[in-house]
Each structure stands twice: as structure tokens, then as C-alpha cells.
């Protein structure tokens, strides 16, 4: 094969377009925009797999406590149940003494010394 043909036959060549010789390169910040969103959808994915795997595992979980409780549930229902005495009444009740007067308050903190 010869030189390159230049871009004006480039729309007469087999399997090429005139489009094709029309794109230009893509600039340097249309590059790093590009790589940002390909790093971005590769961390995306591992993201969302690690959700996936906790939420595996959480669910795990709770099945096996499930059963737990199920298990230890059904075992205290074949037990039976203590007979529980019942209280033994209560004393009777104190009264309340009434609250002293003012005057009584103040005479006994002034004996007790705190009153200076």
C-alpha cells in the first residue's frame, strides 16, 4: 500500500465513512471525564456487590436467631409452668405525718446550728 490518502477520499475507500475522517480527537479533559466515569461505574459495581453480600448475610443472620428463638420458645411451652404462690397482703399502711409548719422549720434548723 501506498501513502495515507488524504481526507477529501476518505468517504470513497471501502469501509471507510466521510464521518469517520470528520471526528476529531477527544479533548484532554473529555479523556479524564471519560476514565472518572469508567473508575466511577468499576467502584459502583464493587459497591453494590458488597451491599448485596452484607444484605446475604444480615438476612442469614436473622434466619438463624429465627430458629434460636423458635427452638427455646417451643422448649418452654413443653415445660410446665411453676405454680406461683400468692402475695401475702400487705401490712396496713402507714400515715403520713403532716408536713411541719414553717415556723417549725425554721426554729429547728436555727437549733440545729446550721442557721449562722
Known sequence: MGPLPSNRWAGFLPGTTYMDSMKKQPSPSQLARSERMRVASI??????????????????????????RLAKEAQQAAEPQPVKAKAKAKAKKTVAKPAATLSQWMRSEKDSGRMT
Open 43 to 68: 467502584e459502583g459495581a464493587k459497591a453494590r456487590a458488597d451491599y448485596e453480600a452484607n444484605d446475604v448475610a444480615v438476612r442469614k443472620n436473622m434466619e438463624r436467631l429465627r430458629a434460636l
